[in-house]
């Protein structure tokens, strides 16, 4: 387990709710990757990132899924793609990412609480 934190530390990491509307491979990443476009609604609209999720996702099949991602890191340059927020996941047990996502389908743009 991480260490403790206040309410306020958690209050500072901004988690929304988005949905993939564009996905691609990304064979120029170092390790397999797919590129992600996430809908976020509103003022935050479209945002890319790259997610390391080829173990059990293909670019085809992440059209229309929801996600939650961290919409407050600063763009992070991975290879040739800026990438703008960090899509969640959890690792199964050896090892692979599996992406978090609401239970339900819930409106683009809520903040995780």
């Known amino acids: 387990m991480a260490d403790q934190i206040g309410y306020p530390d958690f ?7 988005g949905t993939i509307v564009d996905a691609q491979p990304f064979p120029e ?21 790259a997610a390391q999720i080829t173990v059990h996702y293909a670019p085809d099949r992440l059209i229309g899924r929801q996600v939650l991602a961290v919409v407050n890191f600063p763009p992070r340059q991975i290879g040739p793609v800026l990438s703008e927020v960090l899509v ?26």
């Open 29 to 49: 990443a170092r390790k397999p990757s797919i590129r992600l476009w996430v809908d976020f609604g509103g003022s935050i609209g479209v945002k890319k990132s």
């Open 88 to 113: 969640l996941g959890v690792p199964d047990e050896n090892g692979a990412v599996v992406l978090l996502k609401p239970d339900l389908a819930v409106p683009l743009g809520g903040r995780m609480f």
């Open 11 to 17: 209050e500072k990491v901004d988690v929304r709710v």
